[in-house]
Structure formats: structure tokens, C-alpha cells
């Protein structure tokens, strides 16, 4: 077996203790009276219905619009994006087609102090009003989010000539197009197809416009400038630029969640209380701690040193999936936790644990068929792999079939009902996610630091591995 460096134990167990507390408290700080939050913690979690509690409203078409039912199945998906783009997962959406009304349910925001349902479903019925104008003259600049520089107000010719509204633009989606002349060039447009009250007013702005600009903005804020190349007479329009993948999907959803058919109103609302509550949080977190020592202290009495390298790739796993849901790391979106994620993240837990013991196991029955200790490690970690990995991987594929099926696509929500999507949902997530976690902690960094520490000389002992003798 090629001996891992000694070092590596100390310092892999040092990496996981430390990822471990920044998973559970978070790091903030402040700049002056501004609190500042550098990575996210438990706290920062956005706790779903069952926990926390929500909102439920209703809304409908102001101004006594008679909508129809594509229109309503419209405002419908731009809500389901609104709360999907905002990584609110844990929702209950209803079209009631005969009476005109949107019926949504979703949890409080993670730093909800007033509980004021009014104010709270603002975050998903605002209507921004989107537009399609000549030219770019704006007011001012302002820095967004993005550190970025964004236009605001349309002033002159841009605030008086509208050439599209919101109810003209049927459908944007971002796409990928190979450049002709270069194929292995990827570039990323917006494709544009608009409704039929849309064609002739944009195929007039476009032929009189060749050349210059047509400016699209969301309220007073200016989403994108592009020239018109030539007349657009057949509806289907693209938006080029040097977008990257990221940012034409953002400028899609973007131009759809502003293209409501009609305003809407919320004809009432009102606050859900939470099946479980705080206290049940509470009660779940210390049975958590319990649960884990206990483990911890089987695995030490049974496996001795592969059971205590175990405990700390334990934390390992459990401090990455903490991380997954709460936003911890900048690729992946923060997630609302439900009582079916947490489910799905123990199953995990108890996988990783079985996957430790398989591994001990091998050890030991290679130590006491006589081998060494450096081949005993060797050989018991090369014959558990295949049994840990067939088994984690089938869960991996059923997690992934949760996702796709009950997610945000709800591809068969028509059959099992809408009100199951979020809470799947969420347990396929946080399964899929302790499942990988248990893979680079289970499998990598146990094997790791148990061939680390078996390097050190008062650790060679046969009987601490489970073997006999010295």
C-alpha cells in the first residue's frame, strides 16, 4: 500500500472540523451598524411551511379583467419563476379557473421579523411593468447588486416611444448557437417570440429602426440596448450580445416574469401556521446531537481507530450538506428546508455510517486472515468500494428521478397533485446531496485519513484496527 504523508490526517480532520462550524454558525461581521454575512449558517436557512409557518394568498386580474385560462395558466408559471428563481422550493400553487383566482402558499423569508403577510407577498406578486422602447436615453446610473453599472429612468425619446409592452411577448428563452464560421465557438442569445398583438407593431419599430436601438426595461430600470440588425417581421426575434450562459438566462426570466398578461391583486391572504413549530426544530436538533454520539461511541467501542477517522468524516458529511441547503457555497442556490429535506438528509447520514462499516469491516476480516496492517487497509478499502458504491448510486438515481419529476418542471404534478411538488422535491434534494457528501467524505477522506494515521507509529497496532494481537 503507498503510505499516505502523516500530516495528511491533521490537516484534512482540521479542514472538516473547521468547514463544519462555518456550516453550523455561519461567519458574519458588520461595517458599522450594517450586519455583513460572509458564509451562511443554520440561521441563515429558509425554513419551510411545516416548520416555520408561511403565507397563503390570493390573487386576481385587477381592474375586473375576464381572463382565460391560458392567461391565468400564465400568471400562474410567472409566479412558480418568481419563487423558483428565488430558490423557494417549498410552495402549493392552485389555478381556480372558474372564479379567475391564483391561490399560492410559500414560508416566510429566513430574516422575517414582522410576520406581516401583506408585506410578504410583495416578494412574489410585484408587478414590473416591461417595456420595449426606441432609443437608450436614460437619466442616471446606479450600481446594482452585481456591482455593475445599471441605467435608470427613460428620459426623451425612450420614455415617450413604447413599442412593446409586457402583454406582447408570449415566451424568451435563452439558447446556444455555434458561430458559422467557427463551430466549436459557443455564443448565448435570447430568442424572442412574440403574441400576435406584438408582429405588426414590432415589424414597423424594427424597419423604421434598422441600425439604431430599441431599449428594453423593466419599470424604470434598463435590462438590455440591442441594435436592430433588420426588420423582424414573423414575431421570432433574438437577442445577441456577449452574454454569457448565466446572464441570457437571467435577461429571459427576466423578460418573462415581467410579461404578465394582466396586473394582479390580492383579493386576500393571510398567515399559515407551522405544523411543527420551532420547538419541534429544537427538539429534532438535540435528538440529532444525541443520535450522534451515540453513533460515535458504537463505532469507537466497535472499530477503534477506522471508528473515530468515522465520527470525523461524519461531521464532514453533515457540515456539506448543512452548506448545500443554506447557500454556503456561491454555485449553489440557498434551499427552504422541510421536514421531508431533513428526512432525506438523516436516510444520508445513516448511509454514510453504513459505508464506514462496511469499510472497517473489510479491515478487519483482512487483519485477522493474517495479512498486515498497510495490506489489511489496502485490500479492505479496495473491496468495499464497489459494495458502497452500487448502493449509494441507485439512491443517487432514484434522488435524481425525484428532483426532475417533482420539481420545478412538475412533469407529472398533474397525476400525484401540486401540493406534493415542493415537499419531493425537497427530499430528493437534500437525499442527493448527502448521498455525494457521503462519497467524498465516506469514501475519500476516510480512506484517506485512515491510511494517514495508520502511519504513525503508535498507531500500528493490529488491535486497534479490530485485528488480534499486537
Known amino acids: 500500500m503507498k503510505r499516505v504523508p502523516k500530516p495528511v490526517f491533521f490537516i484534512v480532520a482540521l479542514l472538516i472540523l473547521l468547514v463544519g462550524y462555518a456550516s453550523v454558525f455561519g461567519i458574519h461581521g458588520r461595517n458599522g451598524d450594517i450586519p455583513i454575512t460572509y458564509i451562511k449558517g443554520i440561521n441563515d436557512i429558509r425554513w419551510g411551511i411545516d416548520i416555520r409557518g408561511g403565507v397563503e394568498a390570493t390573487f386576481r386580474p385587477a381592474d375586473d379583467v375576464d381572463a382565460t385560462n391560458d392567461q391565468i395558466d400564465s400568471a400562474k408559471a410567472i409566479i412558480e419563476t418568481r419563487m423558483v428563481s428565488q430558490n423557494i422550493t417549498d410552495y402549493e400553487l392552485y389555478a381556480d379557473y372558474n372564479n379567475d383566482r391564483i391561490i399560492v402558499r410559500f414560508p416566510w423569508k429566513v430574516d422575517e ?3 406581516d403577510p ?43 416611444n413604447v413599442i412593446l409592452e409586457g402583454s406582447d411577448i408570449k415566451s424568451a428563452r435563452a439558447e446556444a448557437v455555434q458561430n458559422p464560421d467557427n463551430p466549436t465557438q459557443i455564443s448565448y442569445i435570447v430568442s424572442l417570440e412574440l403574441e400576435e398583438s406584438g408582429k405588426e407593431k414590432f415589424a414597423e419599430a424594427t424597419e423604421r429602426l434598422q441600425g439604431e436601438t430599441i431599449s428594453i426595461w423593466m419599470d424604470d430600470v434598463m435590462l438590455s440596448a440591442p441594435t436592430v440588425n433588420e426588420p423582424i417581421t414573423d414575431g421570432q426575434a433574438s437577442i445577441s450580445g456577449d452574454f454569457t450562459a448565466k446572464e441570457a438566462s437571467d435577461l429571459a426570466q427576466r423578460i418573462n416574469a415581467g410579461a404578465l398578461p394582466f396586473k394582479l391583486e390580492t383579493s386576500n391572504f393571510g398567515t399559515i401556521n407551522p405544523t411543527l413549530g420551532s420547538s419541534a426544530l429544537t427538539a ?27 465520527c470525523i468524516t461524519l461531521i464532514g458529511q453533515m457540515a456539506l450538506s448543512l452548506a448545500a441547503v443554506s447557500g ?8 427552504t428546508m422541510t421536514l421531508p429535506g431533513i428526512a432525506g438528509m438523516i436516510l444520508s447520514i445513516g448511509m454514510g455510517v453504513d459505508a464506514n462499516i462496511i469499510t472497517a469491516e473489510r479491515v478487519k476480516e483482512e487483519l485477522r486472515d493474517g495479512k498486515t496492517l498497510d495490506g489489511a487497509i489496502d485490500k479492505g478499502c479496495r473491496g468495499s468500494f464497489w459494495a458502497i458504491f452500487d448502493g449509494n448510486i441507485t439512491v443517487i438515481i432514484v434522488a435524481i428521478i425525484l428532483m426532475c419529476v417533482f420539481g420545478p418542471s412538475n412533469i407529472l404534478s398533474f397525476w400525484f397533485g401540486p401540493s406534493t411538488t415542493g415537499i419531493i422535491y425537497s427530499f430528493g434534494y437534500t ?8 462519497f467524498i467524505m465516506g469514501v475519500g477522506a476516510f480512506r484517506l485519513m485512515l491510511r494517514s494515521l495508520s502511519g504513525l507509529k503508535f498507531m500500528r497496532k493490529k488491535w486497534m484496527y479490530g485485528g488480534k494481537g499486537k
Request: net charge negative; glycine share 8%; with cysteine.
Open 113 to 115: 421579523t414582522e410576520f
Open 118 to 160: 401583506e408585506t410578504a407577498i410583495e416578494e412574489i406578486s410585484a408587478t414590473a411593468e416591461l417595456t420595449f422602447r426606441e432609443g437608450m436615453e436614460y437619466e442616471s446610473n446606479e450600481i446594482g447588486s452585481d456591482g455593475q453599472a445599471v441605467a435608470t429612468t427613460p428620459t426623451g425619446v425612450t420614455a415617450e
Open 284 to 310: 429534532m436538533g438535540i435528538a440529532a446531537v444525541i443520535a450522534m454520539i451515540l453513533i460515535c461511541l458504537f463505532m469507537l467501542i466497535m472499530y477503534r481507530v477506522p471508528g473515530f477517522v468515522a
Open 328 to 335: 454556503f457555497f456561491n454555485f449553489i442556490s440557498s434551499f
Open 431 to 438: 437525499l442527493l446531496i448527502g448521498v455525494i457528501s457521503n
